[in-house]
T-cell receptor
Framework: KQEVTQIPAALSVPEGENLVLNCSFT??????LQWFRQDPGKGLTSLLL?????REQTSGRLNASLDKSSGRSTLYIAASQPGDSATYLC?????????FGQGTRLTINP | NAGVTQTPKFRILKIGQSMTLQCTQD?????MYWYRQDPGMGLKLIYY???????DKGEVPNGYNVSRSTTEDFPLRLELAAPSQTSVYFC???????????FGEGSRLTVL
């Protein structure tokens, strides 16, 4: 059974810092991996989708990497801003479903 | 573009009552999903559908039913509500099995 772990569970950093969020998964037989952000009381917003054949994907200040063989993905956020404060969730896809980690709650302090 | 729309946003039920959570998407996606999110836990898949007329169980289907009569709609029915069904329910859709998932805003359900 796929298990997804996100470390750290919570992170607080000053504005302007570059930071890395980690995601590990136990079964490497995945089709792709998706990163989401979730604001309090809101739904999930898709940030990046990395296919299993890709090593990384970039969107603006965000860069996600995928090392399928070691069961790891990272989300790099450059020049963090207070608006980046949210919970970040990773979800590898196996067969018909995404399997979610519990997320990293990120707070960017002005 | 509305994307994935869920109704109601909030609902309080008494134990034993039934209700239907509505989900509709306007992106012509074939794949639709229902997840639940409990505090401090990751999202868990309840049911999914790969197209009109086709549904299948996810990880936590007990106490729920779904139907998919059209491409756009994927309602989730709760029969005989129990306190354990207190949760936030999310509907999602994707254009293909390995495609990007798009989520609705969620429906917060409390069973008392």
């Amino acid at each position: 059974k796929q298990e997804v772990t996100q470390i750290p569970a919570a992170l607080s950093v000053p504005e302007g810092e570059n930071l890395v969020l980690n995601c590990s998964f136990t079964d490497s037989a995945i089709y792709n991996l998706q990163w989401f952000r979730q604001d309090p009381g809101k739904g999930l917003t898709s940030l990046l989708l990395i296919q299993s054949s890709q090593r990384e994907q970039t969107s603006g200040r965000l860069n996600a990497s995928l090392d399928k063989s070691s069961g790891r993905s990272t989300l790099y956020i450059a020049a963090s801003q207070p608006g980046d404060s949210a919970t970040y969730l990773c979800a590898p896809r196996e067969a018909q479903k995404l399997v979610f980690g519990q997320g990293t709650r990120l707070t960017i302090n002005p | 573009n509305a994307g994935v729309t869920q109704t109601p946003k909030f609902r309080i039920l008494k134990i034993g009552q039934s209700m239907t959570l509505q989900c509709t998407q306007d992106m012509n996606h074939n794949y639709m999903y229902w997840y639940r999110q409990d505090p401090g836990m990751g999202l868990k898949l309840i049911y999914y559908s790969v197209g009109a007329g086709i549904t299948d169980k996810g990880e936590v289907p007990n106490g729920y039913n779904v139907s998919r009569s059209t491409t756009e709609d994927f309602p989730l029915r709760l029969e005989l509500a129990a306190p354990s069904q207190t949760s936030v329910y999310f509907c999602a859709s994707s254009s293909r099995g390995a495609g990007e998932l798009f989520f609705g805003e969620g429906s917060r359900l409390t069973v008392l």
